[in-house]
């Protein structure tokens, strides 16, 4: 469920998958008493038939104080942020625009589910490394730890994240001028490493060349 106002809408739940999946590492943050705790985790985001996320999936150490937290009080908020740009003024033709700042992300509300079964959590590694290795010239399989895969799961506890409230954003320039557009999209093809949030920009501004 996508709750509310927001100007920067995703175009399509594939690409909150898609940002999750490069983005994987999330935080996650609860709230108990007006006491925060914050983990950073990778998660893997497992989609319905509609193509929306339903659930994430990943494992904390067992010894984390985060897992006491979410045993008490299981809704948390997760943060995943994706591509993303200073705007500098310096780049664009018109001197009175003022920066800004160019960013994807989503912010999910869900209710953790602390599996114990020794099953899950072998499907929840296997994933994960499989996702995290997939490409790789010499990929590392979960079967390699051998024996010590009996020493290590112990002090692992797997997770399933449901999703009840979910909010996207994609600010990428959409309701820029179209001069200003293009003097933004010249001036953050000469910043190194910017090409992902350049590709992303360009899949949310194809109106411009409907113009």
């Given at each position: 469920?996508?709750?509310?106002?927001?100007?920067?809408?995703p175009?399509?739940?594939?690409d909150?998958?898609?940002?999750?999946?490069?983005h994987?590492?999330?935080s996650?943050?609860?709230c108990?008493?007006?006491?925060?705790?914050?983990t950073?985790?990778?998660?893997?985001?497992?989609?319905?038939?509609?193509?929306a996320?339903?659930?994430?999936?990943?494992?904390?150490?067992?010894?984390?104080?985060?897992?006491?937290?979410l045993?008490?009080?299981?809704?948390?908020?997760?943060?995943?942020?994706?591509?993303h740009?200073?705007v500098s003024?310096?780049?664009?033709?018109?001197?009175?625009?003022?920066?800004?700042?160019?960013?994807?992300?989503?912010?999910?509300?869900?209710?953790?589910?602390?599996k114990?079964?020794?099953?899950?959590?072998?499907?929840?590694?296997?994933d994960?490394?499989d996702?995290?290795?997939?490409g790789?010239?010499?990929p590392?399989?979960v079967?390699?730890?051998?024996?010590?895969?009996?020493?290590?799961t112990?002090?692992?506890?797997a997770?399933?994240?449901?999703?009840r409230?979910?909010?996207?954003?994609?600010?990428?320039?959409?309701?820029?001028?179209?001069q200003?557009?293009?003097?933004?999209?010249?001036g953050?093809?000469?910043?190194?490493?910017?090409?992902?949030?350049?590709?992303?920009?360009?899949?949310?501004?194809?109106?411009?060349?409907?113009?």
């Amino acid at each position: 469920m996508i709750t509310g106002i927001n100007k920067y809408p995703p175009q399509n739940p594939a690409d909150v998958a898609e940002l999750i999946e490069r983005h994987p590492l999330a935080s996650i943050i609860s709230c108990n008493d007006g006491d925060f705790t914050v983990t950073p985790l990778p998660l893997r985001a497992q989609i319905g038939a509609d193509g929306a996320i339903r659930r994430l999936v990943g494992h904390f150490a067992r010894s984390n104080p985060h897992v006491g937290v979410l045993r008490r009080n299981p809704r948390a908020l997760v943060l995943f942020r994706g591509e993303h740009s200073y705007v500098s003024p310096s780049w664009v033709s018109d001197r009175t625009f003022a920066p800004t700042w160019n960013h994807t992300g989503v912010q999910l509300v869900v209710d953790f589910e602390l599996k114990e079964d020794p099953q899950i959590l072998g499907e929840v590694l296997r994933d994960m490394v499989d996702a995290m290795e997939a490409g790789r010239p010499n990929p590392w399989h979960v079967e390699e730890t051998g024996a010590r895969y009996a020493k290590i799961t112990p002090h692992i506890v797997a997770f399933h994240a449901h999703v009840r409230e979910m909010k996207a954003v994609f600010k990428l320039g959409q309701d820029e001028r179209p001069q200003i557009y293009h003097d933004i999209m010249a001036g953050l093809s000469q910043q190194a490493g910017a090409t992902p949030l350049v590709d992303w920009m360009k899949r949310y501004n194809t109106h411009r060349d409907k113009a």
